[in-house]
């Protein structure tokens, strides 16, 4: 009986968090908007992934996309020291 509960409590995942951007109904994401960038970029500068941030691959493309425009313009760092 222990080895049941044990399997049941292993094999279950955690509720995927919702995608922010579905929720907050946004059609594109801006490279300018620095404030809502810097929460999808990781204390050493890397972009957070999917499973971690919670976005939708749609967003989480769009993401990407914006912190790469934002880095060469130098509105964001590419590494923080």
């Known amino acids: 009986m222990a080895t049941k509960t044990k399997r049941a409590v292993k094999d279950r995942r955690p509720k995927r968090k919702p995608c922010n951007f579905c929720a907050d109904k946004a059609l594109d994401i801006n490279y300018k ?29 769009m993401l990407t996309i914006a912190v790469k425009r934002a880095r060469v313009i130098a509105f964001l760092p590419f590494v923080t020291e």
């Open 33 to 61: 908007d620095v404030m809502r960038l810097k929460k999808y970029i990781s204390e050493r500068g890397k972009i957070l992934p999917r499973r971690i941030s919670g976005n939708c691959a749609k967003h989480q493309r």
